[in-house]
């Protein structure tokens, strides 16, 4: 089975403030999305990296920014955190199966 | 807008009974995948399907890519069952791997 970590698995941020939340996976995987998802809805994706160095918008890529350093790390940067990105995120990989594996997923409340 | 529907949107079944989850597609969509989103917000992977049927265990799941939906079938439904279904098609033309999420389908097992 695929392993993927996500840090921190919950945070609270101040509105306006930076927020960096971090995924690694160990699988190999070329591919790795940023996703989130709203209470009692389903997952909408941010960001996705084909490869190392390389990031594209996704669905809804407004506020925030993506980093891809090495193929086993995918970030997702919030640089003015704002109330409406209080979520819960997902990061998940995939190879060339397609099939993706999900992270335990990051809590972020924004005050 | 609703790309992809799922049905119904919440469902409550007695422990032993069988029933059926439906995501309806208004895109081209070539690949589906479902997932389980247990109570604690873990996200798990059941099945990845090209157009056809796979199996595993109680779970039984279709997808008919001419008529554009999929169905998930529970046989004999466990107290563990119990969480919220997502399916997400995998869409031509769409880069790979991207996935289009439905907005799930809150299941509870009834002892």
């Known amino acids: 089975e695929a392993a993927v970590t996500q840090s921190p698995r919950s945070k609270v941020a101040v509105t306006g403030g930076k927020v960096t939340l971090s995924c690694h996976q160990t699988n190999n995987h070329d591919y790795m999305y940023w996703y989130r998802q709203d209470t009692g809805h389903g997952l909408r994706l941010i960001h996705y990296s084909y490869v190392a160095d390389s990031t594209e918008k996704g669905d809804i890529p407004d506020g925030y920014k993506a980093s891809r350093p090495s193929q086993e790390n995918f970030s997702l940067i919030l640089e003015l955190a704002s109330l409406s990105q209080t979520a819960v995120y997902f990061c998940a990989s995939s190879g060339t199966e397609d099939t993706q594996y999900f992270g335990p997923g990051t809590r972020l409340l924004v005050l | 807008g609703d790309q992809v529907k799922q049905s119904p949107s919440a469902l409550s079944l007695q422990e032993g009974t069988n029933s059926a989850l439906r995501c309806n597609f208004s895109i081209a969509t070539t690949t589906v995948q479902w997932f389980l989103q247990n109570p604690r917000g873990s996200l798990m992977n059941l099945f990845y399907?090209?157009?056809g049927t796979k199996e595993n265990g109680r779970l039984k799941s279709t997808f008919n890519s001419k008529e554009s939906y999929s169905t998930l079938h529970i046989r004999d439904a466990q107290l563990e069952d119990s969480g919220t279904y997502f399916c997400a098609a995998g869409v031509r033309g769409s880069a790979l791997g991207r996935l289009h999420f439905g907005a799930g389908t809150q299941l509870i097992v009834i002892p």
């Open positions: 399907l090209v157009p």
